[in-house]
C-alpha cells in the first residue's frame, strides 16, 4: 500500500449565515479504516449544511460496516454521487425560503492506495499534483488529463449566485455534481481537497506551485490558506493536502 499522510487546515468565519446562529466555516473530515487488506481514507472539505450528510452516508455503506471489495470497486462513485444529492436535497429542503441557497463541497475516497474516487460541488474541488502538474477533476484546460479520468456530471439546478464577493480570479461555480475516478501511480505527488476560498483567488497551478516543495502537508496546509489570506479571499478558506510518500 502507498505510504499516506495528510495535514488541514480551517480559516474559522466569525460570521453566521441569515437565520442561523451556527458559524459560517468548513467542516473538515478525515477517516481511515483497514478491514484485512482493504485500506479506505476518506477526506472531505465541506459547506457545514450538507457536511453532516454525506458523511454519515459515506460512513454507513463503507466504515460502519466490512464492506466487500467487489463492492468497492464497482459502486464507489454512485455511492458517492447518492450521498451528495442526498444531503443535498435535505439541505435545500431546510432552507427553501432562501433563494440565493447553494451548498459546495469536495472529497476523495482512496482505495488501498491505488484507486481515487473524488467528487466536486460547486466551488470547492479537488486538484492532485503528477509531476509537478495541476490537474482537476472538471478541468477542460490539461487535454493530457481526460485519458485518467472517468467523469460523471450530474445537473444540480441553483435558483441563484450570490455576486458580492469581487474577487482577483473569477471562476464560475459550478452548477453540476463532478464524480471521477483514476489509478494512482508514481507521477501522484499530492491531492489539495479546498473550498471557494482557496480557488477564487488562485489558479489550480499556482496552488501546486506554492506548496510543492513542502514535504509536511501540514505546513502545506497552512502555507496555502495564508496565501488565501493574503490575497484577501472573501469566502471560506479550508483545505486538506494528502501526500503520497
Not at 468565519?13 to 483497514?34: C, W, Y
Not at 453532516?52 to 470497486?73: A, E
Not at 482505495?111 to 460547486?122: D, Q
Not at 486538484?127 to 472517468?150: D, E, Y
Request: glycine fraction near 6%; hydrophobic fraction near 35%.
Amino acid at each position: 500500500m502507498m505510504p499516506i499522510s495528510h495535514g488541514y487546515h480551517v480559516v474559522e468565519n466569525k460570521s453566521v449565515r441569515g437565520g442561523s446562529d451556527e458559524p459560517d466555516f468548513d467542516t473538515v473530515v478525515v477517516q481511515r479504516e483497514q478491514f484485512d487488506e482493504l485500506e479506505l481514507w476518506f477526506f472531505g472539505v465541506f459547506d457545514p449544511r450538507i457536511g453532516d450528510g454525506v458523511t454519515k452516508y459515506i460512513q454507513s455503506h463503507f466504515f460502519d460496516k466490512k464492506p466487500k471489495q467487489s463492492q468497492i470497486n464497482k459502486k464507489t462513485k454512485e455511492i458517492m454521487k447518492k450521498a451528495y444529492l442526498g444531503a443535498r436535497a435535505k439541505a435545500r429542503e431546510a432552507q427553501k425560503e432562501d433563494e440565493t441557497f447553494q451548498t459546495e463541497s469536495a472529497s476523495a475516497m482512496l482505495i488501498n492506495g491505488e484507486k481515487l474516487v473524488m467528487a466536486n460541488l460547486g466551488g470547492y474541488r479537488a486538484v492532485v499534483c503528477r509531476n509537478g502538474v495541476a490537474h482537476q477533476l472538471n478541468s477542460k484546460h490539461h487535454g493530457g488529463a481526460r485519458r485518467h479520468w472517468t467523469r460523471r456530471l450530474f445537473p444540480v439546478r441553483i435558483l441563484a449566485c450570490d455576486s458580492s464577493n469581487v474577487t482577483a480570479i473569477r471562476h464560475p461555480r459550478s452548477s453540476e455534481l463532478v464524480v471521477g475516478a483514476e489509478k494512482l501511480n508514481a507521477e501522484t505527488e499530492f491531492i489539495i481537497i479546498a473550498s471557494t476560498g482557496i480557488w477564487e483567488v488562485m489558479k489550480n497551478q499556482e496552488a501546486v506551485n506554492l506548496i510543492r516543495h513542502l514535504e509536511d502537508p501540514q505546513q502545506a496546509a497552512e502555507c496555502l490558506t495564508k496565501e488565501a489570506l493574503t490575497r484577501m479571499s472573501k469566502s471560506n478558506i479550508s483545505c486538506v493536502i494528502i501526500r503520497f510518500d
